[in-house]
């Protein structure tokens, strides 16, 4: 087969496939015309959901990863070089359904594409600028010559606006990485660019999964109703981000029961994520230096994801449900309204609440009992901002912002199926169910104090 066939078998392999996932994958009707000593076509995304694994069109073969909210760019072989074409550019990235945000990212979408590539292949990335400021693409933790390393200034100059670079290297080793600017850093990250780069093994058999999801965790400080972060915030975050997705926008992973699955989950952030997954014990296998060791891997529930770090974990999805799946700092799985609401909770706002209802007849006194009450009703808030806190699920409000999402494993789900299968189906007799038996005094809700020792003391005597 000549390399012009590849390239063409590529192009229609992937129209036909971004079409079966949602229609998305544009500007690709260039592939079959592009020679292959000339740039190759830089493909663009249009859709924010997840586009399932696409199988291999040329170069090694390999399992590929799925990308939460993301997908994989397409690459041709040109010889025995793998090239691929990344186009860093201004993005509208929709965070969750309606809540758009002005990004930079890559070929049209915050995060940028996934690369897949091979161990023992040579990868050539054209990059492309249409920032209005020089960039560079620093291959995270990836071993490669130093001039291909993309820090600004020390190991190459700037792109320019408008130019194009050429970084080529072989991959000597399998892994799992990212990719980032390292020119005017603090901008550039802040405004969402970042990837993926996974280095597939050269045998597809080591450490094979039957579902491979790949993730970057990324934060952005957006005032409600507007849509550019505030790039020169250092600490004070509030969208706190899956792939650049805010739950309830973040799409749901999938697993038929029984699956291997790997979760591989990069930080970009400026502080760590503990990464909780409820239903499962589950084993740290990588971090970005490489595979740990089956005798070196400890059993987790949570685990840190250091800042400019990444962590593979695995387990096998025996548990069907709905397994919640998030960052463990509860601020993190909150959007950016309303954080600086004053705490109300056990304050008596009767009297105040009397006399602002002269004024205002319909006001309600909120936050007294917690703040539950600001995800099940719907107050008031600027466009183009997400809530707090909500989500529905099939018993009422999740309550959950940001880097929330569900695990959902499901018996007999086909290899191929990526889709939301909908909520779990409990067997009867396994929800929690409210008690409707005779219920025990209750000791005191006078005030904050407990009840006395020796009050205790004397109910434990008179039994
Ligand atoms: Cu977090």
Redesign the pocket.
């Known amino acids: 087969m000549t390399d012009r066939k590849n390239v063409a078998g590529l192009s229609r392999r992937q129209l036909l496939g971004a079409g079966a996932a949602a229609g998305a994958l544009v500007s690709t009707s260039a592939w079959s015309r592009t020679a292959n000593m000339s740039l190759p076509d830089a493909p663009v995304m249009e859709s924010p959901l997840t586009q399932p694994p696409q199988a291999p069109s040329g170069g090694l073969p390999y399992n590929p990863v799925c990308t939460l909210n993301g997908w994989s760019l397409p690459f041709r072989m040109n010889g025995n070089v793998k090239e691929f074409h990344l186009v860093a550019e201004p993005v509208e990235r929709e965070l969750s359904d309606g809540t758009i945000a002005h990004l930079w990212g890559y070929n049209g979408q915050s995060p940028g594409p996934t690369i897949e590539a091979v161990e023992g292949e040579r990868v050539r990335i054209f990059v492309t600028n249409r920032l209005p400021e020089h960039t560079s693409v620093h291959w995270h933790g990836v071993i490669l010559p130093c001039g291909m390393d993309g820090v600004t200034g020390l190991t190459q100059p700037g792109i320019p606006a408008g130019k194009t670079f050429v970084y080529e290297f072989d991959l000597t080793k399998s892994g799992t990485h990212m990719y980032h600017p390292h020119g005017d850093e603090m901008v550039q990250m802040a405004m969402g660019m970042m990837g993926f780069f996974v280095i597939h093994p050269k045998d597809p058999n080591f450490m094979r999964v039957d579902r491979d999801y790949v993730f970057l965790?990324s934060?952005y400080d957006i005032d409600p109703g507007s849509y550019m972060p505030r790039v020169m915030e250092m600490t004070d975050f509030n969208l706190?981000a899956i792939n650049s997705r805010v739950f309830p926008g973040v799409d749901p992973l999938v697993a038929a029961k029984g699956d291997r699955v790997r979760v591989r989950v990069g930080n970009l952030?400026m502080?760590?994520?503990?990464?909780h997954m409820h239903g499962y014990h589950f084993e740290v296998t990588g971090t970005d230096g490489g595979w740990v060791r089956p005798e070196a891997r400890w059993p987790e529930v949570t685990i840190d994801?250091p800042v400019g770090g990444m962590r593979a974990y695995e387990f096998d999805a025996i548990h069907e449900g709905d397994w919640a799946l998030h960052?463990?700092?509860s601020?993190?799985?909150m959007n950016a309204m309303g954080h600086d609401v004053p705490t109300f909770i056990g304050a008596d706002k009767s009297n105040i609440a009397r006399k602002i209802r002269l004024i205002q007849p319909e006001y309600m006194p909120m936050g007294t009992n917690g703040m539950a009450d600001m995800a099940e009703m719907a107050m008031p808030i600027p466009d183009n901002t997400e809530p707090m806190m909500g989500g529905w699920g099939p018993f009422g409000s999740v309550e959950m912002g940001?880097?929330f999402t569900v695990m959902k494993v499901r018996e007999g789900l086909a290899a191929d199926d990526y889709s939301d299968p909908g909520w779990f189906d409990h067997p009867p007799g396994t929800v929690a169910y409210e008690w409707t038996g005779a219920l025990p005094e209750v000791a005191s809700t006078e005030g904050a104090n407990t009840v006395p020792p020796q009050r205790a003391g004397s109910a434990r005597r008179v039994d």
Request: proline share 6%; charged share 5%.
């Open positions: 965790l934060a706190w952030t502080t760590n994520h503990p990464i994801i960052c463990h700092k601020h993190h799985t940001g880097m």
